[in-house]
Nanobody
Framework: QRQLVESGGGLVQPGGSLRLSCTATGRTYTNYFALYTMAWFRQAPGKERELVGAIYAGPSSTYYADSVKGRFTISRDFTKTTVDLQMNNLRPEDTAVYYC????????????WGQGTQVTVSS
C-alpha cells in the first residue's frame, strides 16, 4: 500500500523559512513521479482546504497558488521518491496544516494523502 509521509513542519517567525518534505513509501518505483502528480494542500482553522502548489507527472511543470507565488517552491527527487516544499518569507496567513497528496496522471482526483504537518508562523 502506497503512503505519503510529511515532515518538516514547525513554528517560525514571520519572514522565516521552512522546508516540508513528503516521502512516498510502500509500492513505489523509480519512475513514480513520471506517473503521479504531486501536490501540497493546506487547511487553516475554519477555512477550506486549498491547493498550494503542484508538480505534474512527467516534465517538471509546476503550479502555484497566487498567494504563494515567488515565495514557495516545489521540487522532487526521483531516486528518493520525495517531494519538497520550500517556503520562504513566511507570513502569519501561511499558518495551516499542510498535506501532501498524489494523483495518477490523467485523473482529476487526488487519491493518496499524507497525515499532515502543522506550520505556524508567529512572532
Amino acid at each position: 500500500q502506497r503512503q505519503l509521509v510529511e515532515s518538516g513542519g514547525g513554528l517560525v517567525q514571520p519572514g522565516g523559512s521552512l522546508r516540508l518534505s513528503c516521502t512516498a513509501t510502500g509500492r513505489t518505483y523509480t519512475n513514480y513521479f513520471a506517473l503521479y502528480t504531486m501536490a501540497w494542500f493546506r487547511q487553516a482553522p475554519g477555512k477550506e482546504r486549498e491547493l498550494v502548489g503542484a508538480i505534474y507527472a512527467g516534465p517538471s511543470s509546476t503550479y502555484y497558488a497566487d498567494s504563494v507565488k515567488g515565495r514557495f517552491t516545489i521540487s522532487r527527487d526521483f531516486t528518493k521518491t520525495t517531494v519538497d516544499l520550500q517556503m520562504n518569507n513566511l507570513r502569519p496567513e501561511d499558518t495551516a496544516v499542510y498535506y501532501c497528496a498524489s494523483k495518477q496522471r490523467g485523473t482529476s482526483e487526488y487519491t493518496t494523502w499524507g497525515q499532515g504537518t502543522q506550520v505556524t508562523v508567529s512572532s
